[in-house]
């Protein structure tokens, strides 16, 4: 099975990345025909100063190779590396009725937030089916707020093929409802855009900060408490096993459980979790030539799939004359 994701490098990466996506993304190198990029191209619409972009690039790139993601068993490369993706979503868009967009919650939520609505935002999502497209991927895993852009990928998919036979094969998106939304540290759901990550890469001190930073309620320390309504409890279990699980749970129902020593174990487990992640991210930073080499390594695999894909399609739709 031909399994496709990208992750945008806008940001520090958080807890709810690694749970929600680079996780499941490694565990599927294993089994499957993994493609995984790094998309620059759409941090473009959030994002406008160059240094900002290539050093967050680097860093996302770093992270996902540092978190286990191999270059051999998979295809990881940078958006941008490939710019064919842009011809392709040029022909796509020959084929995206506006309609389609002018629906999509994505842009219409971007645009009631204050930012400006530009064509880059407006065309993200053709962009993206021509990331799903190109290489001819069979499944994307995304989180619930990617799912509509799927829908639309397929949509351009299906035109597309009606018109010039089957040249595309029809993504199905993977939301996977077990990988339940990892919570911030307000108990909404984990996003940069709300800043209540925990992120993954950080010094100790700055982590326990955050760690710290987890909004508990105020029942006293005498009396039982709660865990299924409690984030530090779900934040927690997601480094435990069920047994580690079932012994956390009768101590929040045991009096006497005071949530600040909860906290400090958390951030010890978190801290020694990504203490070897950390260190070979630093190594993978630490030698950018190196890192760019594994990079040329990915995109040149990456080509050669775009390869085949771009010159039907060109073929097809008469630019190969
Ligand atoms: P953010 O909300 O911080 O901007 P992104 O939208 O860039 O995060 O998310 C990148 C990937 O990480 C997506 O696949 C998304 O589904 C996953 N992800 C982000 N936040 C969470 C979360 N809180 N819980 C589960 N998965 C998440
Ligand atoms: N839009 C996705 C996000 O913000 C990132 C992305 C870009 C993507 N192209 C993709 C995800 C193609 C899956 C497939 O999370």
């Not at 996780?23 to 599927?28: E, G, L, R, S």
């Not at 299906?158 to 998106?173: A, C, D, R």
């Not at 029942?219 to 299924?228: G, H, L, Y």
């Amino acid at each position: 099975m031909r399994i496709l994701s990208g992750i945008q490098p806008s940001g520090a990466l958080h807890l709810g990345n690694y749970f929600g996506m680079m996780q499941k993304m490694i565990d599927y190198q294993e089994q499957e025909e993994l493609f995984c990029f790094i998309a620059n191209y759409h941090a473009q619409t959030s994002l406008s100063d160059g240094k900002t972009l290539a050093t967050g690039t680097l860093e996302a790139a770093a992270s996902f190779l540092a978190l286990g993601l191999d270059p051999e068993k998979s295809i990881f490369w940078v958006q941008s590396d490939l710019p064919e993706v842009q011809e392709l979503a040029w022909l796509l868009s020959n084929f995206t009725p506006m309609g389609l967009l002018e629906r999509c919650h994505s842009y219409k939520d971007k645009v009631a937030q204050g930012i400006k609505p530009n064509h880059g935002l407006f065309a993200y999502p053709v962009l993206m089916a021509a990331d799903i497209l190109l290489f001819q991927s069979e499944k994307v895993p995304v989180g619930k707020d990617q799912k509509q852009h799927l829908e639309v990928a397929r949509d351009i998919a299906i035109k597309f093929n009606n018109e010039y036979g089957e040249v595309f094969t029809l993504p199905e998106p993977e939301i996977d409802n077990d990988v339940a939304t990892v919570p911030g540290l307000d108990g909404r759901k984990m996003s940069k855009s709300y800043g209540n990550t925990i992120d993954l890469f950080q010094n100790d001190k700055a982590l326990r900060k955050q760690v710290m930073r987890i909004v508990t309620d105020p029942t006293p320390v005498e009396e039982a408490k709660n865990p299924d309504n409690c984030n530090l409890f779900q934040i927690y279990s997601l480094f435990l096993d069920s047994e580690g699980r079932e012994e956390l749970r009768q101590r929040y129902l045991t009096p006497g459980l005071r949530y600040g020593d909860v906290k400090q174990e958390l951030f010890e487990k978190m801290r020694d979790f990504f203490a070897p992640f950390r260190e070979r991210r630093e190594e993978l930073l630490a030698k950018p030539d190196q890192l760019r080499e594994i990079l040329d390594f990915g995109a040149e695999k990456a080509r050669r799939v775009a390869f085949k894909t771009m010159r039907k399609v060109r073929k097809k739709t008469g630019l190969s004359y």
